[in-house]
């Protein structure tokens, strides 16, 4: 099919996008790169149509549709709305995207570059052709400026193959028939749209809810930016699961159509899940101290949180709920959703549903998936954030009150104030570890050789080792060591005796989160006091891999500059995992999806880091910066293309 004959199905809406097709996201090197591959003839790819009796909550826009069958492009939709935009100067109907991303592209005939317009290189420079003129007013607007040309032939040519580009033929591969469902076209989609972001069950599901309630996607967006302004990150997936664990007591989110979940009530799933998300989430923030995304677990064990809540005719005694955030402490601590999540999660909300005492059966199924529910001192082996008891020793920092070490402060307090921001601490220094021949990632970022701390007294300490100043702060508090559960015998506190010192710190560790669990599943702890607001109690912890507050300063210039470009922040203190679930090594600033996702490579900036680091991001596939002048020139030439 000729791409003039395609951009006029569109404008006679023959030619749609279906709902279920995220927008348009290509940047403008992408555009000029389509455009360049057409002028040389180069492959661009073929496209993939569906035709289907398609409605107008089935597309995506304002598009009108024409009557009979329908085309819906399913693979191409980048491609074919950049040259639509070059060649009419606006976007189709059904896009929602930025006209920046294609407007203004220039052609040199002099030297065939294709840039987009900038003032200086350009405006006296006759040579710079501007492709959109080209194409709608036809190599005639320029005859009399090339007939005086030396080079008036070969500049002709060069212009024709510019202007042909519209009448060129697209390879169109075509799915039409009617065992072709959503579902299926879904699949198919995921199957050729190999270089981009693959559509989920839950993007289906989305799109069929839209077709009755377009405001759905906004709606459900609005109560993920709030909780993300408290620094819990949750997604459209997650928020669609947990309305559906509500409105059918399932994790398939097929389900939602098989029962025939109607808008009014997807509306009413939404407003009660917001309630007990709300609830749970101040819930685990207040009692357990675990107040972001880093040490909240798997988000996919609240849909069992707020069934629960959602069953019960009155609010749960205080007892009931300590024993269901002994369940939630142990699903996470066990890896209880690392297998199919849908399984998992149906299987809990069954318990919930099927029993009067759903707690002590939820207990029940984690004691068949793991046997004994013990914390042993080998669970505080690991090494850094990736091990999942790292939410363990944070939690027994919080509810225990461990005291700061140069303030004395119970930790667990609402601290205010830049110096006050928790931080990691190395209890033996990472450098005095490696100088002494330890390794850095097994031995010195083991997890019972961190400890928590203010900012300030985690600078004071510096790269002191603990036989210097453990003595000096335990005389000032009393008491102060045995918060933070570090031995008492000073021969422990010798650099040459580390690894026994970590062996008598995790048998400390593994009997206080036993002792706290206990109290947990027997209701004896204290009742609480009226909760505070999570907003004033977050205190955020500051990723270990930043060394220093001005590498933090970088960082987040870095963060600003994304985000005042229109792209994402990145993820602050992103943790490389390997398949055992092992830490590699945590990452200063990355973009694990791509700073375009899907479209472009995985990026990471990393200062200061080792050549170990490095070597992990590497190896992972991700293109590294290890200053921000280098991000931000990759992303000006690569992403923004200026």
């Known amino acids: 099919m000729k791409l003039n004959v395609i951009l006029n199905q569109i404008d006679m809406g023959a030619l749609a996008l279906p709902r279920f097709q995220r927008g348009y996201v290509w940047k403008r090197p992408h555009v000029s790169n389509l455009v360049r591959s057409l002028y040389k003839g180069y492959p661009v790819g073929s496209l993939l149509i569906w035709e289907t009796q398609a409605t107008q909550q089935d597309i995506r826009g304002d598009q009108s549709l024409a009557p009979g069958s329908h085309k819906l492009l399913l693979d191409g939709q980048q491609r074919v709305t950049s040259l639509y935009g070059i060649i009419n100067d606006k ?30 290189k350009m405006e006296s420079n006759p040579f710079w052709i501007s492709v959109t003129e080209l194409m709608q007013k036809g190599v005639q607007h320029y005859f009399d400026w090339l007939v005086d040309s030396p080079h008036s032939k070969l500049y002709f040519e060069r212009l024709i193959a510019i202007e042909k580009i519209q009448g060129m033929d697209f390879h169109v591969e075509t799915v039409s028939g009617a065992d072709k469902t959503m579902e299926v076209v879904v699949d198919i989609f995921n199957q050729v749209n190999s270089g981009g972001t693959k559509l989920s069950k839950g993007d289906l599901a989305l799109a069929k809810i839209c077709a009755d309630w377009p405001q759905a996607r906004e709606e459900m967006r609005k109560r993920l930016e709030k909780w993300e302004e408290h620094d819990f990150h949750f997604n459209l997936d997650w928020m669609l699961r947990c309305i559906n664990a509500l409105l059918t007591g399932h994790a398939d989110f097929a389900e939602l159509e098989r029962q025939r979940i109607t808008t009014e009530q997807v509306k009413d799933g939404l407003q009660r899940a917001e309630n007990h998300v709300n609830r749970a989430l101040n819930w685990i923030s207040s009692r357990l101290g675990l107040d972001h995304h880093q040490v909240l677990g798997s988000p996919n064990a609240l849909p069992a949180v707020i069934r629960y809540f959602d069953k019960q005719k009155s609010s749960p005694d205080y007892k009931s709920l300590d024993r269901l955030l002994y369940w939630y402490i142990h699903a ?17 909300i069954m ?4 029993n009067d005492d759903a707690v002590s059966a939820l207990i029940q199924q984690l004691r068949q998936q793991r046997g004994n529910l013990r914390v042993e001192p080998g669970d505080f082996a690991g090494a850094t954030r990736g091990s999942r008891f790292y939410p363990m020793l944070y939690m027994l920092t919080r509810v225990y009150g461990t005291r700061d070490l140069c303030s004395g402060l119970e930790l667990k307090k ?18 005095r570890l490696i100088e002494y021949g330890y390794h850095w990632r097994n031995d010195a970022n083991a997890l019972a050789n961190f400890t928590l701390l203010t900012k300030d007294c985690n600078l004071q300490i510096g790269a002191k080792l603990p036989e210097e100043y453990f003595p000096y702060y335990e005389s000032k508090h009393p008491g102060l060591l045995a918060s933070h559960w570090i031995p008492e015998d000073p021969q422990l506190w010798k650099i040459e005796n580390y690894l026994e010192f970590l062996a008598a710190r995790r048998e400390r560790l593994a009997e206080a989160a036993n002792d706290f669990l206990n109290q947990l599943y ?23 891999s930043v060394a220093s507050d001005e590498e933090e300063a970088q960082l987040v210039e870095a963060m600003d500059w994304m985000e005042k470009n229109g792209l994402p922040r990145g993820e602050f203190g992103y943790e490389l995992v390997a398949a055992d679930s092992n830490l590699l090594a945590t990452f200063d600033l990355a973009w694990p999806q791509g700073i375009q996702e899907g479209l472009s490579q995985k990026a990471a900036l990393l200062i200061d880091e080792g050549s170990e680091t490095l070597s992990f991001a590497n190896a992972a596939g991700f293109r590294f910066f290890t200053t921000v002048a280098q991000l931000q020139s990759y992303v000006q030439n690569d992403i923004l293309g200026e």
């Not at 991303?101 to 003032?119: A, C, I, R």
């Not at 318990?351 to 099927?354: D, E, F, P, R, S």
């Not at 928790?422 to 220094?429: Q, R, T």
Request: net charge negative.
């Open 332 to 348: 996470m601590l066990w890896g209880r959703y690392s297998g199919p999540v849908e399984t998992v999660i149906r299987q809990d």
């Open 91 to 120: 976007l189709p109907r059904f896009s929602d995207g930025n006209t920046y991303s294609f407007s203004k592209l220039y052609f040199n005939v002099d030297t065939e570059e294709f840039e987009f317009y900038g003032p200086k």
């Open 414 to 431: 609402n601290l205010l104030g830049g110096m006050n921001q928790l931080e990691l601490h190395h209890v033996f220094p990472k450098s």
């Open 351 to 354: 318990a919930i549903a099927n």
């Open 522 to 544: 027997h209701g004896e702890l204290d009742q609480p006091s009226i909760s505070e607001a999570r907003v004033e109690r977050h205190t955020p912890v500051r990723p270990i």
